[in-house]
């Protein structure tokens, strides 16, 4: 059974600085790996989706890696803004035949930009 | 932009009463999802559904829980007899094809069972 895990939990920064969310999935068998961000009571945006032969999506400032082979993948945000304030969501989407498999999500990363 | 709509956004009921959460996926898109998310957890997936029928379900989504495309535009999850622990942001969810494409989530539906 796929297990996502996001560290860090939390994380303060001042605006500008560049950051680096890690996200770590147990099964490798995965069609692709999506990033969303979530603001309080609010649905789920996607961000970036990087398929299983990929290394690397970028959108902007914000770029996601992926090595299936050490199951993790990173979210790079470059020159933080407060209003990349947000809990940042990884999902995988993991392979079993089906082909409307769904995601197994993180637990997210709450980030605080500080002016 | 297309997007994901889900009505009601939030909804206070009696617990063992029958809810339904409706949903209008992306017009052209197959594959359609519910998810739902309690408070302070993660987003966990219910089912998926694709060619009229349920693709696949989470443990989660037991007898209690049904799914319906009633029509050409409309997706709905409806809960039978709700219980307290079915308090929960619902998410509907859906995209153009199964596991290669980016899956579009509505904004939600706040259920309150009381």
């Known amino acids: 059974k796929q297990e996502v895990t996001q560290i860090p939990a939390a994380l303060s920064v001042p605006e500008g600085e560049n950051l680096v969310l890690n996200c770590s999935f147990t099964d490798s068998a995965i069609y692709n790996l999506q990033w969303f961000r979530q603001d309080p009571g609010k649905g789920l945006t996607s961000l970036l989706l990087?398929?299983?032969?990929?290394r690397e999506q970028t959108s902007g400032r914000l770029n996601a890696s992926l090595d299936k082979s050490s199951g993790r993948s990173t979210l790079y945000i470059a020159a933080s803004q407060p209003g990349d304030s947000a809990t940042y969501l990884c999902?995988?989407?993991?392979?079993?035949?089906?082909?409307?498999?769904?995601?197994?999500f993180g637990k997210g990363t709450h980030l605080i930009i500080q002016p | 932009e297309p997007e994901v709509t889900q009505t009601p956004s939030h909804q206070v009921t009696q617990m063992g009463q029958e809810v339904i959460l409706r949903c209008v996926p992306i017009s052209n898109h197959l594959y359609f999802y519910w998810y739902r998310q309690i408070l302070g957890q993660k987003v966990e997936f219910l089912v998926s559904f694709y060619n009229n029928e349920i693709s696949e379900k989470s443990e989660i989504f037991d007898d209690q829980f049904s799914v319906e495309r009633p029509d050409g535009s409309n997706f709905t999850l409806k809960i039978r007899s709700t219980k307290l622990e079915d308090s929960a942001m619902y998410f509907c969810?859906?995209?153009?094809?199964?596991?290669?494409?980016?899956?579009?989530f509505g904004e939600g539906s706040w259920l309150t069972v009381v």
């Open positions: 969810a859906s995209s153009g094809a199964g596991g290669g494409n980016t899956i579009y």
């Open positions: 990087i398929q299983s032969s990929q």
């Open positions: 999902a995988a989407n993991t392979y079993s035949g089906g082909g409307a498999d769904g995601l197994t």
